[in-house]
């Protein structure tokens, strides 16, 4: 599997980027997907998963103006960020996993290349 994360860049505070990543795998439909981020001197965190269903859920801190979404047919799945923060700048990642729990654990051997998102007036 390869994952290629774009779409990141620089974005005053209270500004939109979505974020969009490729993966190339077989049978992409039946993996839940998730967006990670690491900041500088900070662990990776999950922000948000959408399973094999299409249903999604959101860390507290991006709950209301992150927004993932997936295409099952092009084997992409995006996150569309609104109301960006300063605290929201970070390399963001994205993963597959068999289930929700896996990507809770973030425990992955293969981490694609990620894309910087920086927030700053």
């Known amino acids: 599997v390869q994952l290629q994360a774009s779409g990141g860049g620089l974005v005053q505070p209270g500004g939109s980027l979505r974020l969009s990543c490729a993966a190339s795998?077989?049978?992409?439909?039946?993996?839940?997907m998730g967006w990670y981020r690491q900041a500088p001197g900070k662990h990776r965190e999950l922000v948000a998963t959408?399973?094999?269903?299409?249903?999604?859920n959101y860390a507290d801190s991006v709950k209301g103006r992150f927004t993932i979404s997936r295409d099952n047919a092009k084997s992409m799945v995006y996150l569309q960020m609104n109301s960006l923060k300063p605290e929201d700048a970070a390399v963001y990642y994205c993963?597959?996993?068999?289930?929700?729990?896996?990507?809770?654990?973030?425990?992955?051997?293969?981490w694609g290349q990620g894309t910087q998102v920086t927030v700053s007036s």
């Open positions: 993963n597959q996993a068999s289930s929700l729990l896996a990507l809770a654990r973030g425990s992955f051997d293969y």
């Open positions: 959408i399973n094999s269903g299409g249903k999604p």
């Open positions: 795998t077989t049978r992409f439909s039946v993996y839940a």
